[in-house]
C-alpha cells in the first residue's frame, strides 16, 4: 500500500510487546461482561494462539507491534 502510494520503506522493525491484562482492561474501562468474554477465549484458545501470543495464567500476554518508517519515492 505504500509503495502505491508513492512511498518506499526506508526503515521497519518488528517486536513482541507486553501487555498487562488488568492494567489494559482498566484503561480501557472494559465492562465486566466483556472481561468475561475475553477471559473465556483466553482459557479456550488453542495451544497454537496461546503460544504465539504468549498468554499467560493471569491473561497477560505480548502483542505484536511495528515500526515502520516510510519516505516519498523519488521521482
Known amino acids: ?25 482498566g ?4 465492562p465486566e461482561l466483556r472481561v468475561a468474554a475475553i477471559r473465556s477465549l483466553c482459557a479456550d484458545a ?12 493471569n491473561n497477560d500476554c505480548a502483542i505484536d507491534a511495528a515500526w515502520i518508517e516510510a519516505v516519498p519515492q523519488p521521482a
Open 1 to 25: 500500500m505504500l509503495v502505491l502510494a508513492g512511498f518506499m520503506v526506508s526503515d521497519q522493525q518488528a517486536w513482541k510487546l507486553p501487555l498487562c491484562f488488568e492494567s489494559w482492561i
Open 27 to 30: 484503561r480501557m474501562r472494559t
Open 46 to 57: 488453542a495451544t497454537e494462539v496461546r503460544d504465539y501470543f504468549a498468554i499467560q495464567p
